[in-house]
């Protein structure tokens, strides 16, 4: 049966519709063919009224990835407008490559988080690395020179057969790529959850250095001007699905078209340093990395932001391989690339500083004052389409949704064993256990500006020749999130902000990454507005800017969505690097103090999901006021000196972070508190712990009750073991040992 | 005094050493008048009196680390101060391609873990009687990270022996005294014979798998590399 | 038995190890180098005896650890003597 | 004209990489399978014609660049339809 094609379809809604194809596609577009690029009919109609006649194929592929959901954010966008983006020291929100804010003496930071999942699950290790290559380069686009990864991944039960090997790959992925490339990677999480299992999260965060009144955007200008195509060349890597709607589909099409992209981070590296140097030189008029979509997104968002339009000689493009195809060209995702646009005549010395780097360079066009994006190819125009509706008449989605159910109150809690017990087996645990596995496989100290390590609160890295420094943190509570997305959603900020204050430095922004399932399904378009809502009600009451950030949806498989995971990472700054804390005790015999009040709330914590098995009640409540009062307290005090002991709860409790902090200082504790679980392992917020000299305790306890603080000693350092309520101690080497073995041994079959 | 740092493509450690060794000669870690930075491609050098090849993933590592960086025009030109006696060290990368280019004696394989490994290390001083090394002394250990994916060093057995007949083992990776934790193996790549530095016949090349720039200032958490380079301060200038 | 198996990479996809070493060859002085592909060679000693046996073991063996087939063929070559 | 050269670890040098894929094929319940080695093929597109300057020039590349002598062999094979 021949297939109904597209024109055959709509004539009835499109009657004027010009017959014929002015361009070189001969064939018509058929049902099937849209929906194989993921478009619905109305879309398809929206794409025939823009064009004013059918489009072809390479069009067809073009408006595409361009109204994807990755590239339109069509179902996010709505809520997205609603988060809080601005503040004096924001130089650049979101809408830029990466998000950039003013950090004093003349610097910025330019940061951004982004996801890989999807490929990372496929291929772990080239998953993760391109994931790695991507965010690097949406930073150093902007003039910053990356000095910082994080990475936040969440993988499935420990227990699926796949999850060992997923861990390996995707731990080896970001080590290799990073590593290679010479950023530190000095931070993230790991978690493990079964409902990861057919959808790992890898997101992965870049901070970059520039100067602040260097900064490089991508908005086109200059009718006339040269557009240059810099770095590796285009093959045929990542047409996704969409490819399929390509007729020429031979026995040899599984060979050649690769969904997953291989990177190359040596080329990365190369790719850094002479874009640096071109930044170094006045040529420069706009720049943008290609990522998702290719030369597609990269020339169109930069024909649109400058309001102007494009012209692309396809011939011109570098190419790895022979024969491709204008939409091959078009939509491949092959890593390592760039497009510039030069002032005219600057075309020479730009290409002189890519030869000395061995990287490819082409002038692939010009930009032009018809406001459209034309392609050739040996002189016949292959595409040409209207560039501002292209973008402005993509599909935005005000979808249904529905808010979850409040969760039911957490009945009782019976211990299950002794609280020393309980403690030994969540540091050894696969939620608590330390991520050294990990992190030891990352280049943390490459740069030679890593001040704190990763393994503490907030990673801190010098701002390279001063004596000021940044502090960065990633973090989300999925779990909290599922139960009560609004209160998960800002929780995760709050975590992100403390982390930043217990090693005393002044949070600044953040960037998220929101990954959430299918968001055609009600519940959990209720789990994306809930989590928006409560991270802006978090940012905006710890004037904490969102500046750019990532959204992936669909992290689902047979109906089996992913927790809610809006990933957030933050960046602050310390005014004099030395004034900062850490969570290693430094001392024997200081006093021992927690910040911040005790509830003792069960609901939804690890104690509960671990030792109990049990993921119920509510998430921990997130009272902003008293997050802030309790950490500008916490931050006043180590900025002025006073402590330089400083650890945040969060995961696990009172107890795990105080063991936390026995085990990294190597120094022992005793500790005296409330016989209850919910005291020792309640995951109660906006509490920290501190350490500090016997002889300052006084003064430090009535500042706090002075500004309204809860404050209480509740131990004291010394030894080499932990103590709970002079019951048996248990030495900190038997605790290292266990909770440095889970990992290590779960992977050794790796 | 005056330094050159070979810069390769893919080198990511150039600069941390350029800053570590500018402090060391010129007392201020901007005062880079005392270190040249040299490409690659370059195949002349100005007057130098020690030549430090950097770490990093030069080439990608790519067929064999430090391979085809040790093929660069500028190393005919090392080779030849070298052998005229100018001072020459290679750290991590520089290492490798230091036995690539056979200057040093042996080769860097894959970690025998086949993984990256980033972290603190402790080393001892094997020879302290060297330019290199005169501000330590022998058996002192020290506390240097190291970075790297192929450190573990490899060399026959009858050069080995003949190698350490030479005194030309540099430092060997040792049990941490401090934390004692006997769980982590002090060797952290399966070098031969512990090894984790080495120098040539003479002495005057040196090529070492840990980084001294990354332990050179007290942001680092520890200084004991500062005196490697400070070694070289006091003997070259 | 013998058995070799030469994995590379399909050939669309980037060989960034391979590019390098063409680049360098280049560099080198030698002219009239075209592309240039980087795999690996897996050689295993196997007790089996009899070839269509072994084969297929090492068919699975492939698809189980020694390639990748989402980036990466295989051939396998058997050699009994 | 195509040459392929296989680089392969001296028998003396360990090869880890080739041990740690006998231990998994071990762990994956494959059974009978003895040494494990892993080397690398480097596939070349040569522009040279003659088959004894083709040669010639590969040992070169060999002997300048593609192996490194003092931990691995190589062989050389050329192909020239
Ligand atoms: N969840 C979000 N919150 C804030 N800004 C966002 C969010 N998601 C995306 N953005 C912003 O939208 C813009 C487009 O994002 P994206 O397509 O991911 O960037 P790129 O094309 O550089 O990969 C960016 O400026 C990004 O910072
Ligand atoms: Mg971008």
């Known amino acids: ?750 | 005094m005056k330094a050159s740092v070979i810069v390769f493509p893919g080198s990511n450690c150039d600069r941390d050493v350029q800053v570590a060794l500018a402090a060391a000669i010129g007392g201020r870690t901007d005062n880079n008048d005392c270190v040249d930075m040299v490409w690659h491609g370059d195949s002349e050098m100005a007057k130098t009196d020690l030549i430090v090849l950097p770490g990093g993933f030069s080439y990608g590592d790519y067929l064999r680390s430090g391979a085809m960086s040790a093929r660069s025009p500028i190393m005919r030109e090392v080779v030849a101060r070298a052998e005229q006696g100018v001072a020459v060290l290679g750290i991590c990368n520089g290492f490798q391609v230091l036995t690539e280019a056979g200057l040093l004696p042996g080769a860097l394989l894959p970690n025998a873990g086949l993984k990256f490994v980033c972290r603190d290390v402790q080393v001892r001083v094997e020879n302290s009687q060297t330019p290199f090394t005169n501000a330590y002394e022998a058996g002192q250990t020290l506390r240097i990270p190291v970075a790297h994916h192929d450190g573990q060093y490899f060399v026959e057995a009858d050069e080995l022996s003949a190698m350490q007949e030479r005194d030309q083992i540099a430092f060997r990776y040792c049990q941490d005294e401090k934390t004692g934790d006997s769980s982590r193996r002090a060797n952290p790549n399966g070098s031969v014979d512990d090894i984790a530095g080495v120098f040539n016949k003479r002495k005057t090349v040196l090529g070492l798998m840990p980084h001294p720039e990354r332990a050179a200032d007290a942001i680092h958490g520890g200084t004991d590399g500062q005196a490697l380079l400070s070694s070289l301060v006091s003997a070259l200038a | ?81």
Request: aromatic share 6%.
């Open chain 3, 1 to 81: 038995m013998k058995a070799r198996v030469h994995v590379s990479f399909k050939s669309g996809v980037l060989d960034p190890q391979g590019k390098a070493i063409g680049l360098t060859l280049g560099n080198l002085g030698f002219d009239g180098v075209g592309e240039v592909r980087q795999g690996k060679l897996i050689e295993l000693e196997l007790t089996e005896t009899d070839t269509a046996t072994a084969q297929k073991s090492v068919e699975a063996m492939c698809e189980k650890l020694l390639a990748n087939t989402v980036i990466e063929n295989y051939t396998i070559e058997l050699d009994d003597n």
């Open chain 1, 1 to 750: 049966m021949a297939a109904l094609t597209a024109r055959h379809f709509l004539a009835a809604s499109y009657p004027h519709l010009p017959k014929g194809l002015a361009l070189s596609n001969e064939q018509n577009i058929t049902p099937a063919q849209i929906a194989e690029h993921g478009l619905t009919t109305d879309e398809y109609k929206t794409i025939l009224t823009v064009m004013g006649r059918e489009p072809n194929l390479t069009e067809l592929g073009i408006f595409s990835v361009m109204w994807s959901e990755h590239c339109s954010y069509k179902s996010s966008k709505f809520w997205l407008k609603t988060l809080p983006t601005e503040a004096p020291w924001v130089i650049c929100g979101p809408g830029e490559n990466a998000g950039v804010v003013d950090i004093g003496e003349g610097k910025a930071a330019i940061f951004k988080m982004e996801s890989h999942n999807h490929p990372s699950f496929i291929e772990p290790y080239q998953g993760a690395a391109t994931g790695v290559g991507g965010i690097l380069r949406d930073v150093f686009t902007m003039g910053a020179r990356p000095i910082a990864n994080m990475n936040a991944l969440r993988f499935g039960a420990p227990e699926d057969a796949k999850t060992r090997h997923l861990v390996s790959g995707v731990v080896a992925g970001v080590g290799g790529y990073g590593n290679c490339v010479g950023v530190p990677t000095v931070g993230g999480e790991v978690n493990f959850d079964p409902a990861y299992n057919g959808n790992i999260l890898v997101n992965a965060m870049t901070v970059g250095l520039a100067d602040a009144d260097k900064i490089f955007y991508s908005a086109a200008a200059g009718i006339g001007n040269p557009v240059v195509y810099v770095g590796s060349k285009t093959g045929r890597d990542g047409i996704h699905g969409a490819t399929m709607a390509s007729t020429e589909f031979d026995d040899t099409t599984e060979d050649k078209r690769p969904t997953v992209q291989v990177g190359d981070p040596f080329t990365e590296k190369l790719l850094i340093e002479a874009c640096l140097e071109l930044m170094a030189t006045d040529t420069i008029v706009a720049i943008q990395d290609m990522g998702a979509a290719g030369l597609t997104c990269s020339s169109v968002e930069m024909a649109d932001k400058g309001g102007v339009g494009l012209d692309l000689d396809i011939d011109k493009v570098p190419q790895r391989e022979d024969g491709m195809t204008p939409y091959e060209v078009m939509l491949s995702e092959s890593q390592e690339r760039m497009l510039i646009v030069l002032r005219p005549g600057t075309e020479a010395q730009a290409e002189a500083i890519f030869d000395k780097w061995q990287l490819d360079f082409a002038v692939v066009g010009k930009v032009s004052d018809t406001g459209r994006f034309t392609g050739r190819l040996g002189g016949e125009v292959v595409f040409d389409i209207p560039v501002r509706p292209l973008v402005e008449e993509s599909p935005e989605y005000e979808r249904p949704w529905v808010e979850a159910e409040a969760p039911a109150p957490l009945g009782s809690v019976t211990a299950p064993m002794g609280h020393m017990e309980a403690l030994q087996a969540l540091l050894g645990g696969a939620d608590l256990s330390s991520r050294r596995w990990v992190w030891e496989q990352y280049d943390h100290t490459v740069m030679a500006d890593t001040v704190r390590k990763p393994g503490g609160d907030a990673a801190i890295v010098r701002i390279h020749g001063s004596d000021r420094g940044l502090a960065i943190a990633t973090d989300c509570t999925p779990r909290y999130c599922k139960a009560e997305p609004h209160v998960g959603g800002a929780q995760a900020v709050v975590e992100v902000w403390r982390n930043i204050t217990a090693v005393g430095a002044r949070p600044l922004a953040v960037t998220d990454c929101l990954n959430f399932g299918n968001p055609e399904r009600p519940e959990i378009m209720g789990e994306f507005v809930g989590c928006i809502k409560g991270i802006g009600e978090a940012c905006r009451a710890l004037d904490f800017p969102i500046v750019s950030g990532n959204v992936s949806l669909y992290n689902e498989t047979d109906g089996q969505a992913i927790l809610p995971t809006p990933a957030i990472g933050g960046i602050g700054i310390l005014d004099v690097l030395e004034a900062h804390a850490d969570l290693a005790l430094r001392r024997e015999g200081d006093a021992f103090i927690l910040i911040g009040a005790t509830v003792g709330h069960l609901g939804q914590s690890i104690y509960l999901r671990q030792l109990l098995g049990r993921a119920e009640g509510p998430a921990p409540a997130v009272d902003l006021a008293v997050e802030r009062r309790n950490g500008d307290f916490v931050r006043s005090l180590i900025s002025t000196g006073r402590i330089d002991t400083c650890h945040d709860i969060s995961d696990g409790g009172l107890l795990v972070a105080a063991a936390e902090m026995a085990m990294a200082g190597d120094i022992g504790l005793t500790l005296t508190g409330i016989d209850d679980a919910g005291f020792w392992f309640g995951e109660d917020q906006a509490r920290y712990l501190l350490a500090l000299p016997e002889s300052e305790a006084a003064a430090v306890l009535s500042q706090a009750e002075d500004a309204g603080v809860p404050a209480q000693t509740i131990g004291i350092t010394g030894g080499e073991a932990l103590t709970l309520n002079d019951g048996t101690p248990i030495s900190l080497s038997e605790l290292r040992q266990k909770h440095e073995a889970w990992l290590p041994n779960y992977m050794q079959n790796a």
